[in-house]
């Protein structure tokens, strides 16, 4: 699931071509921090505002641009999860949905 969230990332945030996503050098944005803050990045410069918090039972990322966050055990995959809400593709419990 975390690689599929990388090339959701990759192709609907950071723009990546098809040519890339099947790279083996794909990015690990769910699981990298130094990858993650890339996406974090691209999230602030749209948006001019993007934090993430340290809360109890893991990270909460908020962006100002359409009200959108995400919550997660990880900084990486929160990032990912509010980046991917911002783009209209929401990842819960193991699924992925795309609005139409």
């Known amino acids: 699931m975390k690689r599929k969230i990388d090339e959701l990332v990759a ?9 890339e996503l099947l790279s083996e050098f794909l990015p690990h944005y769910s ?10 990045e691209k999230i602030h410069a749209k948006t001019g ?6 809360v109890s039972d893991g990270y909460l990322c908020e962006m ?25 593709i929401e990842i819960e419990e193991g699924s992925v949905t795309e609005a139409q």
């Open 49 to 54: 505002r993007l934090m993430i918090t340290k």
């Open 64 to 88: 100002e641009w359409n009200s959108h966050y995400g919550l997660s055990a990880s900084a990486p995959m929160v990032i990912c999860i509010t980046a991917l809400k911002a783009v209209g």
């Open 31 to 40: 699981t990298n921090m130094n990858d993650a803050w890339k996406v974090a």
């Open 11 to 19: 192709e609907h945030v950071m723009g990546l071509k098809e040519l």
